[in-house]
């Protein structure tokens, strides 16, 4: 067993990704990480995948669609890690379609992916939390994108109003509990026009990269970042203002 605090990053499947990026910057501030991964999403996907997960102590490729895997996931960290101190929760599923284009497969996976998983997740976090009182932390990434987009953003809404009740559910355990709206990141998804467009609309007149969104994850997981709690944070770089 190791004597670091121990961080579970789920939805850790590129190297250009959130997840990735997050696992390197607490790893960085001495972090023992273990990062989930699932390579048939990102292979069916444009971008498709790379070993997202290699710079993680521990890597475990699971399909959060399946209700048994949290349990197995941490199974697994605890076994090699030790107790989860923090769990940053990057996975998603996100597939474009529109209110008349979805199909009930599509948003049925939406939903099991991106909100029944976090629930089970946060949920097995509650259950075996043994850190100590004010150092645990869950974190939750975000999206406001719903047009054309429909069963992603509906999911992640309930991904938000899941992950903020532990603020309150599990304050008798010193949790904090905060969602992340990353904004339009640069991982590799956008075209040269969008990235234009994109670059036009946001005050600070650049794109955002996972960097950011790592650099927030760090100062919510600090000892410093300790009294931010129950909220839903943009990081977006004024875009969304």
Known sequence: MTEKKTVLVTGVGRTAGIGAAV??????????TAATYWHPYDDRMPWGSDDG?????????ADLSDPEAPARIFDRVESTLGKVTALVM???????????TTSVESFDLHFAVNARATWLLIKEYGTRHAVPFGE???????SDHTVHNLPYGASKGALDRITLAAAREFAEMGITANVVNPGPNDTGWMDEALKKHIVESTPLGRLGVPKDSADLVAFLCS????????QLLKSDGGISG
Not at 90 to 100: F, G, K, M, P, T
Not at 223 to 230: F, H, L, Q, R
Request: net charge negative; with cysteine.
């Open 223 to 230: 000892p410093e970042g300790g009294w931010i709690n129950g």
């Open 136 to 142: 645990g932390r869950i974190i939750a990434f975000t």
């Open 53 to 61: 997960a290699k710079d993680a102590d521990l890597a475990i490729e």
């Open 23 to 32: 696992v390197r910057r607490l790893a960085e501030q001495g972090w023992a």
């Open 90 to 100: 990057c996975h998603c599923e996100s597939v474009d379609s529109s209110i008349l």
